[in-house]
């Protein structure tokens, strides 16, 4: 009766043993956001845990609202452990529910997204730097592509308040008199910068990171003013959004995240660890983006190959 005793707390704490090891090594599932980026992002991480670290990770297909993924990093349960890029302020409904209130949800440290108005460096080596550039009828000029007396700008797609946005900065800097907003799908865009930079055209035109552009072609920003009090005050939800909006200064740049269920801390801690030290590079973003978004390569493949390529970059967010 001892010895049956002994081999069924010996089993008992067999399957305990192995039922804890389970519990800290949980698969790690990732949300499936639709841009470029949070897709590139997503394979890194992924490829970083079946990789190095041995581990298992589920890019969860059609998992593409925001607020579901971060519902589920909320509850805990596995349904989705990780935001690959949470834009801040852009999300702070996010933030402010799940990571400053209710203290589920962790983050990395953020890299940088920014939006601003640029042109080929080979206009900036001709004296196109400054907003105060854009206000001389001579810089102008040289953007005239219509005939019409003023330089053309792309400010955007339509139904992008950044398109608006920049219609409101070029009113408030005084340009409009001399600049009009070209209204234009990102993808049609595109095609005309591939073609002005070919022939070494100016062009002149709204853009963030990260994105392949810049990766791809030799671009400089265009020198904004420095931010003050009262220098950005818009509202582009009103009709006369135009005529009410002000912005005569540099745009504020994003703080742009690797969200991650708290719960991973107890259920996969190496890979909770990882995240919070993952850290990334926007060149490195741009790049990614470049491959998958351009270049059409599988984001699997990119991400495989990135770790690869930069285990002491790896090994650092794992250790």
């Keep these: 009766m001892k010895l049956t005793n002994t081999l069924f707390a010996g089993a008992a704490l067999s399957v305990m043993t192995a039922t804890s090891a389970l519990a800290q090594n949980a698969k790690v599932t990732i949300g499936d956001l639709s841009w470029t980026g949070a897709t590139a992002i997503g394979h890194v991480i992924k490829a970083v ?3 190095p ?3 298992e990770a589920e890019i969860v297909e059609g998992l593409s609202d925001g607020g579901a993924i971060a519902a589920g990093m909320d509850k805990g349960d596995g349904t989705a452990d990780v935001y690959t890029d949470l834009w801040m302020p852009n999300r702070s409904g996010i933030w402010d529910k799940y990571v400053d209130g209710a203290n589920s949800v962790a983050v990395n440290i953020p890299y940088e997204g920014t939006q601003m108005i640029y042109v080929p460096s080979y206009m ?4 196109v730097r400054t907003i105060l550039d854009l206000a001389k009828p001579e810089v102008a000029a040289m953007f005239d592509k219509d005939g ?3 330089g053309e700008y792309w400010a955007g797609a339509e139904g992008w308040k950044s398109t608006k946005m920049w219609q409101v900065k070029f009113k408030s800097y005084g ?3 001399l600049w009009e907003a070209e209204v234009l799908e990102d993808a049609t865009f595109k095609g005309q910068l591939k073609a002005a930079i070919q022939k070494e055209e100016p062009i002149l035109f709204y853009y963030w990171t990260p994105e392949w552009v810049h990766a791809a072609y030799d671009l400089t920003p265009i ?3 420095e931010r003050v009090d009262g220098c950005e005050d818009m509202d582009l939800d009103a009709e006369d959004w135009l005529e009410v909006s002000h912005f005569n200064c540099a745009a504020s740049n994003a703080s742009i ?3 991650y269920s708290k719960s991973l801390e107890q259920r996969n801690p190496a890979a909770a660890k990882m995240l919070s030290q993952m850290a990334l590079e926007p060149a490195v973003v741009n790049q990614w983006i470049l491959q998958i978004g351009r270049d059409k390569e599988d984001p699997r493949d990119v991400a495989e190959a990135w770790v690869a390529d ?3 970059v790896v090994n650092g967010w794992i250790n």
């Design 310 to 312: 930069n285990m002491d």
């Design 49 to 51: 845990i079946e990789g």
């Design 148 to 150: 019409n007396g003023k």
């Design 223 to 225: 020198q904004e003013l």
């Design 257 to 259: 995240y690797v969200a």
């Design 53 to 55: 670290m041995e581990g």
């Design 124 to 127: 900036a080596e001709k004296g």
């Design 175 to 177: 340009l409009d008199e």
